[in-house]
């Protein structure tokens, strides 16, 4: 098992930044990637980014050259900096682990406002 604990989220104007935590425990060592999705009222649940152990990221056209995913294995925490937040980017984010099955966090809000 693998629990994930989301931080970071909060209310912003456009333009601004934000930085979500999450972290990890339990069985990391089953974890080969780690990605952060979102979902937005009335939309379907979409990939935001994502960081595989080798260190390799791959991100969604929509967030390109703004959002950044990082990790700290010292601390077994995986970060998303966001910058030049848009209105469009208000969700609840989450964080997810592939390892022996996808695991989620509980979902942090992420308020962007115009």
């Known amino acids: 098992q693998v629990q994930l604990v989301e931080s970071g989220g909060g209310l912003v104007q456009a333009g601004g930044s934000l930085r979500l935590s999450c972290a990890a425990s339990?069985?990391?060592?089953?974890?080969?990637?780690m990605s952060w999705y979102r979902q937005a009222p009335g939309k379907e649940r979409e990939l935001v980014a994502f960081?595989?152990?080798?260190?390799?990221?791959n991100y969604a056209d929509s967030v390109k050259g703004r959002f950044t995913i990082s990790r700290d294995g010292a601390k077994n925490t995986v970060y998303l900096q966001m910058n030049s937040l848009k209105p469009e980017d208000t969700a609840v984010y989450y964080c997810?682990?592939?390892?022996?099955?996808?695991?989620w966090g509980q979902g942090t809000q992420v308020t962007v406002s115009s």
């Open positions: 339990g069985s990391i060592f089953s974890i080969s990637r």
């Open positions: 997810s682990a592939r390892g022996a099955n996808d695991y």
């Open positions: 960081i595989l152990n080798n260190g390799y990221t």
